[in-house]
């Protein structure tokens, strides 16, 4: 399967603790994004990655918010100190540069914060 | 700013009726416009996007779309819909430019199909 990867697809996790999701783009794709989607909504832009530079960060990232894309390959998410409202699916995506090429979406992990 | 508005949150059609869900956008230059579907616990697949050039465009799935600059819709059209239609549909703007692009989304509009 040459998708977009995600894991973990589900999380529960304790109020106040930390949490690290990863992504898997395709691997030709340079262009890596994270969204996040609560119920009801459409996704959200979190963050933007080119190769291993972090070029936008949406206002919703907050400070317990922190994305990485060390080698310019896969990327990973983390948030710290969990609050109850930050339960949503953490969407990610990737795409070729080049203009706006076709996003391709993985399956998202469900964050459940109780 | 850039922004997508879907007016329809639902909508159900019958299974076989033809089909519109409404798109507006606001953003000052040339949009990149998009729909992509969500059907439950399946990833946003892209049913077709408009970069420019002809304002109808076709998709996957039977699945078209017009681009009206003058109204700042994008609406998304398909003469007959089956039940493995129904889904969540967004609806979306690309923003920013080359070093600073993100696609942004609509609320969505759900679609139920009556049998």
């Known amino acids: 399967d040459t998708g977009v990867s995600q894991n973990p697809r589900h999380k529960i996790t304790k109020r106040g603790q930390n949490v690290t999701f990863r992504c898997d783009p395709i691997s030709e794709h340079n262009r890596l994004y994270w969204y996040r989607q609560t119920l009801g909504q459409g996704p959200e832009f979190l963050t933007y990655f080119q190769n291993e530079a972090q070029l936008e960060k949406s206002r919703l990232l907050s400070d317990r918010f922190s994305a990485e894309r060390p080698k310019g390959s896969f990327s990973t998410l983390e948030i710290q100190r969990t609050e109850q409202g930050d339960s949503a699916m953490y969407l990610c995506?990737?795409?070729?540069?080049?203009?706006?090429?076709?996003?391709?979406f993985g399956q998202g992990t469900r964050l459940t914060v109780v | 700013a850039q922004s997508v508005t879907q007016p329809d949150i639902h909508i159900t059609v019958s299974e076989g009726a033809s089909l519109e869900l409404r798109c507006n956008y606001s953003?000052?230059?040339?949009?990149?416009l998009f729909w992509y579907v969500q059907s439950p616990g399946q990833g946003l697949q892209l049913l077709l996007k408009?970069?420019?050039?002809?304002?109808l465009v076709q998709g996957i799935k039977g699945f078209e779309a017009e681009f009206k600059r003058s109204q700042s819709s994008f609406n998304l059209r398909k003469p007959s819909v089956h039940w493995s239609d129904a889904a969540e549909y967004f609806c979306a703007v690309g923003a920013g430019d080359s070093s600073a692009s993100k696609i942004i989304f609509g609320s969505g509009t759900r679609l139920s199909i009556r049998p």
């Open positions: 953003y000052g230059a040339t949009p990149y």
């Open positions: 995506a990737s795409s070729s540069q080049g203009g706006f090429g076709e996003a391709f």
């Open positions: 408009y970069f420019s050039g002809d304002t």
